[in-house]
């Protein structure tokens, strides 16, 4: 049985840290891209940050750039994703998502070539 399951989330002041944690299993995580989305209430969810397979590169949406790190340790099944200088616009729930598309659409963006997602995580920051 395939599962992603997120854990980290939290409130947290401005200016604050998180570490998210994404623990897969029932897949073989170190075939797949991995990819970091989130949603805030009432808007429709966006891409975060994504890792290649074997975690030599990543990709991140410009609003985060500089204050998020994905990383990955595929001996543990596990994405990470630290974020530093929180702001209260990143208040949200976020998602990890897995994507085994050889072709390098982790890069995308997109929401479409990730097969599996978690149940996701809360994201608070607050003023």
């Known amino acids: 049985q395939v599962q992603l399951v997120e854990s980290g989330g939290g409130l947290v002041q401005a200016g604050g840290s998180l570490r998210l944690s994404c623990e897969a299993s029932?897949?073989?995580?170190?075939?797949?891209?991995m990819g970091w989305f989130r949603q805030a209430p009432g808007k429709g969810r966006e891409f975060v940050a994504a890792?290649?397979?074997?975690?030599?590169?990543?990709y991140y949406v410009d609003s985060v750039k500089g204050r998020f790190t994905i990383s990955r340790a595929n001996a543990r099944n596990t994405v990470y994703l630290q974020m530093n200088s929180l702001k209260p616009e990143d208040t949200a729930v976020y998602y990890c998502?897995?994507?085994?598309?050889?072709?390098?659409?982790?890069?995308?963006?997109?929401?479409?070539?990730?097969?599996?997602w978690g149940q996701g995580t809360q994201v608070t920051v607050s003023s």
């Open positions: 890792i290649s397979r074997s975690g030599d590169n990543a």
């Open positions: 029932g897949f073989g995580f170190s075939t797949y891209a």
């Open positions: 998502a897995a994507d085994d598309n050889p072709n390098g659409t982790w890069r995308t963006g997109s929401e479409a070539p990730y097969d599996y």
